[in-house]
């Protein structure tokens, strides 16, 4: 039987524990919808590849701020080359190795990324809140000469804000495909043409050698 010293004293210690170790949860803010993305064959600046077009949403519980932003890492490309449509109150930005973290009020993002182009999309629209289910931001299309999906789903990273807290980022990682990688048109040409200059090369010098 427990004495009422050694209750009170338990309980002290569970109550001390509970403001010592505040329970954090980490919100989806801004995801690709399921079916994102979408990939068909298509025409862009006059070369034949295929758009793949994703969807993003703002989850219920989160809110929309100017400044707001989703990157989809690893996709590839040469930047301005390959954006097809982008969604209306986004603007679209390209790196090859940034963002290299994102910082939230649950702690810092850090996503595992190549050197393929990542593809930024901020917001500067009004604030947006999902009162009864998730909201739909619209569609963002990107070029690539390849279909196929990459074997590795690259990161989708997304930072909105908390509905209640609404000075308070949240940000999230989720795994999205992108198109496996290979050599843009301009790259293929200079192959070509470094493959033709070496034969040159080789051609001279067996005649130079009879």
């Known amino acids: 039987m427990k004495t009422p010293e050694k209750s009170s004293l338990v309980a002290l210690a569970a109550a001390m524990l509970s403001v010592a170790v505040p329970f954090q949860q980490a919100r989806a803010n801004i995801q690709p919808s399921a079916n994102s993305p979408t990939v068909a064959a298509c025409t862009f600046n006059s070369i034949s590849g295929f758009c793949w077009t994703y969807e993003a949403l703002l989850q219920i519980g989160e809110q929309l701020q100017t400044g707001d932003f989703f990157t989809i890492y690893d996709f590839g490309g040469t930047g301005a080359a390959n954006v097809v449509s982008t969604a209306a109150g986004?603007?679209?930005?390209?790196?090859?190795?940034?963002?290299?973290?994102?910082?939230?009020?649950?702690?810092?993002?850090?996503?595992?990324?190549?050197?393929?182009?990542?593809?930024?999309?901020?917001?500067?629209?009004?604030?947006?809140?999902?009162?009864?289910?998730?909201?739909?931001?619209?569609?963002?299309?990107?070029?690539?000469?390849?279909?196929?999906?990459?074997?590795?789903?690259?990161?989708?990273?997304?930072?909105?804000?908390?509905?209640?807290?609404?000075?308070?980022?949240?940000?999230?990682?989720?795994?999205?495909?992108?198109?496996?990688?290979?050599?843009?048109?301009?790259?293929?040409?200079?192959?070509?043409?470094?493959?033709?200059?070496?034969?040159?090369?080789?051609?001279?010098?067996?005649n130079t050698s009879v």
């Open 90 to 206: 986004f603007s679209v930005s390209f790196d090859p190795l940034a963002p290299t973290s994102v910082v939230t009020n649950v702690g810092t993002v850090n996503p595992t990324q190549t050197n393929a182009m990542n593809y930024t999309y901020a917001y500067s629209g009004t604030t947006l809140v999902p009162t009864a289910a998730d909201i739909s931001l619209g569609l963002f299309t990107l070029f690539s000469t390849s279909g196929t999906p990459a074997a590795n789903l690259a990161p989708w990273v997304g930072q909105a804000h908390d509905a209640l807290h609404p000075n308070q980022p949240d940000g999230n990682i989720t795994p999205v495909s992108v198109p496996t990688t290979t050599p843009e048109p301009a790259s293929v040409v200079l192959l070509g043409t470094g493959m033709v200059g070496l034969a040159g090369v080789v051609r001279r010098r067996r």
